[in-house]
C-alpha cells in the first residue's frame, strides 16, 4: 500500500519556466490536498479537491492550476515559475472532512533560480 | 481570525524526561484538533486527534495530549522522551462544520538529548 505518492522528489526551475507536480494516492480517498511548507509558516492550502471533477481554491493559489480526473491523481501545475514559488510542496489526502485525518505524501522540494 | 499558535520554536529535553509541545488556537465553535509529526525529509504523519468525549486523547509512539476547552489549547506530552522523538511537530484545527479546511501551526522542533 504505497498511500500518498509524489514526484518528483526535487526539481530546479528557471523563472518563467513551468511544470507539474505529480501526486497519486491509492486509497480512494475523496479529498485531496496540495499545501506548500515555508520555514516558520506552517502548512498553506494552495488547492483543494473533493472528488473528481472538482477542485476549488485555498488561500494561496495564485500562479498555480490544478486538476482532478480520477479519484487518484491530483496534479498540481506551476505556470510561470517565480522566485516566491521556492517551497516544498506536499500532497495530502483523506477520506472526507470532519474528524478525518490527512495523510501525506514525502514532498516535492523546488527551487526557482 | 481563525488561528493556530505554537509559541515555542523549539523545545528541548533529556531523554528520560517528560515532554511537552504546546499548541492554543483561536477559531469559533467546536473544532476537530490534531497533532503532525515530520521527520527530515519526509511528509507530516498523522500522530493523534480530538474529535470529542475524553479530553486526554492517546495516540502513536507513546504521545497523548490533552484538550482544555476553556484554555482552547491542545498541548502534545508524552510522559518519558525518546531521542528518537526528535523531530518537527505541528498542530492542526479543523472546523467541524462539515468542511475539510484545516489550520496548521507554525511548528515546532523538539530536540532530545541523549
Known amino acids: 500500500n504505497a498511500g500518498v505518492t509524489q514526484t518528483p522528489k526535487f526539481r530546479i526551475l528557471k523563472i518563467g519556466q513551468s511544470m507539474t507536480l505529480q501526486c497519486a494516492q491509492d486509497?480512494?480517498?475523496?479529498?485531496m490536498y496540495w499545501y506548500r511548507q515555508d520555514p516558520g509558516m506552517g502548512l498553506k492550502l494552495i488547492y483543494y479537491?473533493?472528488?473528481?471533477?472538482?477542485?476549488d481554491k485555498g488561500e494561496v493559489p495564485n500562479g498555480y492550476n490544478v486538476s482532478r480526473s480520477t479519484t487518484e491523481d491530483f496534479p498540481l501545475r506551476l505556470e510561470l515559475a517565480a522566485p516566491s514559488q521556492t517551497s516544498v510542496y506536499f500532497c495530502?489526502?483523506?477520506?472526507?472532512?470532519?474528524?478525518?485525518?490527512?495523510?501525506f505524501g514525502q514532498g516535492t522540494r523546488l527551487t526557482v533560480v | 481570525a481563525q488561528s493556530v499558535a505554537q509559541p515555542e520554536d523549539q523545545v528541548n529535553v533529556a531523554e528520560g524526561n517528560p515532554l511537552t509541545v504546546k499548541c492554543t488556537y483561536s477559531?469559533?465553535?467546536?473544532?476537530?484538533l490534531f497533532w503532525y509529526v515530520q521527520y527530515p525529509n519526509r511528509g507530516l504523519q498523522f500522530l493523534l486527534k480530538?474529535?470529542?468525549?475524553?479530553?486526554l486523547v492517546k495516540g502513536s509512539y507513546g504521545f497523548e495530549a490533552e484538550f482544555n476547552k476553556s484554555q482552547t489549547s491542545f498541548h502534545l506530552k508524552k510522559p518519558s522522551a525518546l531521542v528518537s522523538d526528535s523531530a518537527l511537530y505541528f498542530c492542526?484545527?479543523?472546523?467541524?462544520?462539515?468542511?475539510?479546511?484545516?489550520?496548521f501551526g507554525a511548528g515546532t522542533r523538539l530536540f532530545v538529548k541523549a
Open positions: 486509497m480512494n480517498h475523496n479529498y
Open positions: 480530538y474529535i470529542t468525549g475524553d479530553n
Open positions: 477559531v469559533s465553535g467546536n473544532p476537530y
Open positions: 495530502a489526502s483523506s477520506p472526507q472532512g470532519g474528524g478525518t485525518e490527512a495523510f
Open positions: 479537491s473533493v472528488g473528481a471533477g472538482i477542485t
Open positions: 492542526a484545527v479543523r472546523l467541524n462544520t462539515g468542511g475539510f479546511k484545516t489550520i
